[in-house]
C-alpha cells in the first residue's frame, strides 16, 4: 500500500507529476520546456529544502516603534458614488468590533486554561531552539 509521508499528509499533492526514475534528464540550467517539466523542477528543487526551517530574527529590530503614520494631506476625496456608504461603514464597524470581543472572550478563555505537559509555552525566543 501507499502510505503517505508525514510532509504529503500535511502538504498533499495537488498535481499529478509523471515520476521517472531519476531526475537525470532534468535540465535545471535553463527554463523548463513544457509542464510537466515544470512541476518535476518544483518538486525537485522542494525536496531540496529543509523541512524545518528556524528564522534568524533579531529581536532588538521588534522592540523598534512599528507604527507607521501616513499623512492624508495630499489624498483627494473619491468621486461621487465610489465612496463606500454609511451603512456599509457601520457594518465594517460592527464586524470588527465582534470579531474583538471574540478575541476577548477567547483570550480570557485560554488564559485561564492549563497546558499539557507535552505543551512548551516559549517566552524567550533565542532559547527555543
Not at 499529478?16 to 531526475?23: D, K, L, Y
Not at 478575541?103 to 505543551?119: C, E, G
Amino acid at each position: 500500500p501507499n502510505v503517505p509521508s508525514d510532509v504529503e499528509e500535511l502538504m498533499p499533492r495537488l498535481l499529478p507529476v509523471e515520476c521517472r526514475a531519476g531526475t537525470e534528464d532534468l535540465d535545471l540550467s535553463g527554463p523548463p520546456r513544457n509542464p510537466q517539466e515544470y512541476l518535476r523542477q518544483v518538486q525537485l528543487e522542494a525536496s531540496l529544502c529543509p523541512e524545518v526551517v528556524v528564522a534568524q530574527i533579531d529581536p532588538k529590530k521588534l522592540k523598534k516603534k512599528q507604527t507607521v503614520n501616513v499623512s492624508v494631506a495630499g489624498c483627494h476625496a473619491a468621486p461621487a458614488g465610489f465612496s463606500p456608504s454609511l451603512s456599509w461603514q457601520q457594518q465594517q464597524v460592527s464586524n470588527f468590533s465582534d470579531v474583538r470581543q471574540s478575541i476577548m472572550k477567547n483570550r480570557r478563555h485560554w488564559s485561564s486554561q492549563s497546558l499539557d505537559a507535552n505543551v512548551l509555552m516559549v517566552r524567550d525566543v533565542t532559547n527555543f531552539i
